[in-house]
């Protein structure tokens, strides 16, 4: 179990720091990132778990190394969640497309931190390939705008598509 927490903290490191760099690369201030950041943890962990224990555990998309353990769900929901929740944040009012073709390379880096350092495996029907593809292209587009909507529900966002 050693082994998967070390890979969990290095995929988990992976996205803070492709938030990081999506907030210099807007000009986001420090202190204004940071807030980003907390709120996020809060949004993250709740729509985390209910994410996983549905489309993961239910509907079983995907599962986790470590299980769908709730101590397990709660730190993922808060550290990984939070992470693309905040990235999220910063993109809300980006045109349809550009939203579309930064979710898309943020999922591809999430999925190449994954591969390198495993944390979850997709197992719906497909080989490797068409999951890696059908998960890139439009799952997390689709989990990104999801997302959005429930920022949308809880501070005003001007749409701009």
């Known amino acids: ?10 995929v988990i490191t992976i996205q803070w720091a ?3 760099g999506v907030a210099l ?5 420090v202190r204004r990132a940071a807030g980003i950041l907390l709120g996020s943890i809060a949004l993250g962990t709740v ?3 209910a994410f996983d224990l549905v489309v993961g555990k239910t509907l079983g998309v995907y599962t986790y190394r470590a ?3 709730l101590p397990f769900l709660v730190v993922n929901g808060a550290l990984s969640y939070g ?3 905040a990235t999220v944040w910063l993109v809300r009012r980006e045109r349809f497309w550009r939203f579309y073709l930064i979710t898309t390379a943020v999922g591809a880096a999430y999925e190449l931190a994954n591969r390198l350092f ?20 439009a799952a997390y587009c689709a989990l990104a705008l999801l997302l959005r909507g429930m920022l949308t529900l809880f501070l005003p966002i001007r749409e701009s598509w």
Do not use: H, K, N
């Not at 690369?25 to 201030?29: F, L, Q």
């Open 1 to 10: 179990m050693y082994g998967m927490w070390t890979d969990f903290l290095a």
């Open 18 to 20: 492709l938030f990081a």
């Open 25 to 29: 690369v807007r000009r986001t201030p």
């Open 47 to 49: 729509f985390g778990i």
């Open 67 to 69: 299980g769908f353990a």
């Open 83 to 85: 992470a693309l929740c």
């Open 118 to 137: 495993p944390v979850w495996s997709w197992t719906f029907a497909g080989s490797p390939l068409a999951q890696e593809a059908i998960v890139i292209l």
